[in-house]
T-cell receptor, first 113, second 112 residues
Framework: DAMVIQNPRYQVTQFGKPVTLSCSQTLNHNVMYWYQQKSSQAPKLLFHYYDKDFNNEADTPDNFQSRRPNTSFCFLDIRSPGLGDAAMYLC????????????FGSGTRLTVV | TQLLEQSPQFLSIQEGENLTVYCNSSSVFSSLQWYRQEPGEGPVLLVTVVTGGEVKKLKRLTFQFGDARKDSSLHITAAQPGDTGLYLCAGASNNAGNMLTFGGGTRLMVKP
């Protein structure tokens, strides 16, 4: 089945230790998004790629970076995780914008110790 | 900036009761979607509504898009414990390249 896959499902990292979360898709969608979601809140957009075109949200901390080496893969790098970065990180894709919805992965739950 | 106000934020009901969740904005949207998110999982798209006044039904769930395409509602009939989760509305607007704006979410708990 075509889908969005996030790895790992659970990630524990030490305070200040760089961590990378990955997302892959078999939908061949043009757009990939990274969201941060804290408990029971709405997802907050960090950035998105439209093909290779990177778009950063104005309030996304510099601590967060992203890479999209090809259509299928997208990575979220957190350079120096703080306790406040503990959250669920969601990857989503869409064909071109969200007119007909996004397809989300199952998320990566990040714990910072 | 487009905002989607979702209400209520929390809802705890008994199995068999009916409920309605609202999503309101002062902005016009090209489409509006409803997602359900279970704990530890990503949101799953339930429905997309595109036409003003449109009504869609998905088993016990009824979705309505306002005539002016600024608001939407989700009605659940005879709620079941399996309906428990976080419900998110999201609107797509041409002004924002059809990027989605999410509502704040409604956390629903259905008790047996």
């Amino acid at each position: 089945d075509a889908m969005v896959i996030q790895n790992p499902r659970y990630q524990v990292t030490q305070f200040g230790k760089p961590v990378t979360l990955s997302c892959s898709q078999t939908l061949n969608h043009n757009v990939m998004y990274w969201y941060q979601q804290k408990s029971s809140q709405a997802p907050k957009l960090l950035f998105h790629y439209y093909d290779k075109d990177f778009n950063n949200e104005a309030d996304t901390p510099d601590n967060f970076q992203s890479r999209r080496p090809n259509t299928s893969f997208c990575f979220l790098d957190i350079r120096s995780p703080g306790l406040g970065d503990a959250a669920m990180y969601l990857c989503a894709t869409s064909r071109a914008g969200g007119l007909y919805g996004y397809t989300f992965g199952s998320g990566t739950r990040l714990t910072v110790v | 900036t487009q905002l989607l106000e979702q209400s209520p934020q929390f809802l705890s009901i008994q199995e068999g009761e009916n409920l309605t969740v609202y999503c309101n904005s002062s902005s016009v949207f090209s489409s509006l979607q409803w997602y359900r998110q279970e704990p530890g999982e990503g949101p799953v798209l339930l429905v997309t509504v595109v036409t003003g006044g449109e009504v869609k039904k998905l088993k016990r769930l009824t979705f309505q898009f306002g005539d002016a395409r600024k608001d939407s509602s989700l009605h659940i009939t005879a709620a079941q414990p399996g309906d428990t989760g976080l419900y998110l509305c999201a609107g797509a607007s041409n002004n924002a390249g059809n990027m989605l704006t999410f509502g704040g979410g409604t956390r629903l708990m259905v008790k047996p």
